[in-house]
Each structure stands twice: as structure tokens, then as C-alpha cells.
């Protein structure tokens, strides 16, 4: 089964406060890290909904869901990018049982562009999905940057 690296290009609709909130986070990601995507996933194919849409297992560590999770998702192309990725779907699922409860690392994200330290006991989106994918220095990767780096961008 392919494995893919998911990453975010919409832009939410600002119906609500929460909504704002994220969509001014997102555009702050997308500006300073000079790029259309503001959030990333490791997305595996699992099964079709009654729309006949694919739904993925996203595995990521999203500051919407308070850090590392996983959930069942759809990836509507209008919204999402993916790029498929050599990598074993079990490695992934073992990685995220080591990690799963681990909070999201809002001074880490900030660390990709001003000089802040991460945590290592916390996550950011492209921090999580470099280290689950085995690069180097993950930490030092945004949605963007991991985006150019997987695609030769």
C-alpha cells in the first residue's frame, strides 16, 4: 500500500472564532515559511466513505487536536497536495504508538524561522512526519520545507 505526505493548501472558511484563530495561523506559516501550505500528514489509503471517497489514516501531530494523533479523513484534492513517499505504513503505525499523547509543540513550530529550541518530548505537523520518515534534524523542517525537500522543489 503507498504511503503519502499529505500537506494543506486551503483556506478555511472564517465562520466562526476558532476558525479565524487557525486560518491567521495558517497564513502566518505559509508567509514566513514562503510557501502555500500550512500544515502536513502522514496519510495512508484505508477505505472508501459512502461518497465513494477515499479516507486516509492521517497520523500527525496537529495543534487543532492538541498534538500527535491519528484520524480517519478524507483528502479532498482542492485542499490537499500529496506525495508519495517510499515508505513501510507499519513503520508508521509503530511510530505513532511511541509518540501518540504527545502534545504540540507551538515553540518548536516557532524554532523553524526565529532562534527557539523545541521540545523533545513535544511535536509541530513537519517535525512529527520528518522524524517519523527518518531525516535528519526534523525539527528544523516546515510543511513548506519538507514539501521542497521531498519533491525537489
Known sequence: MKVY???YKHKRKCNSLKNIIFRIFDEIIRFVTKGEF???????????NSDGQILYECYTSSNMDGGVRCKLMPLPQERW???PVKFNEEFV???????IGAKYDFW???GVVLPIKESSRKFFCSEWCAACLEMPQPSRYSP????RKLTNR
Open 38 to 48: 500550512s500544515h502536513c500528514e502522514i496519510a495512508i489509503p484505508y477505505d472508501r
Open 144 to 147: 513548506n520545507s519538507l514539501y
Open 108 to 110: 518548536g513550530a516557532l
Open 5 to 7: 505526505l499529505a500537506f
Open 93 to 99: 503505525r509503530t511510530f505513532f504508538q511511541l509518540t
Open 81 to 83: 497536495a500529496l506525495v
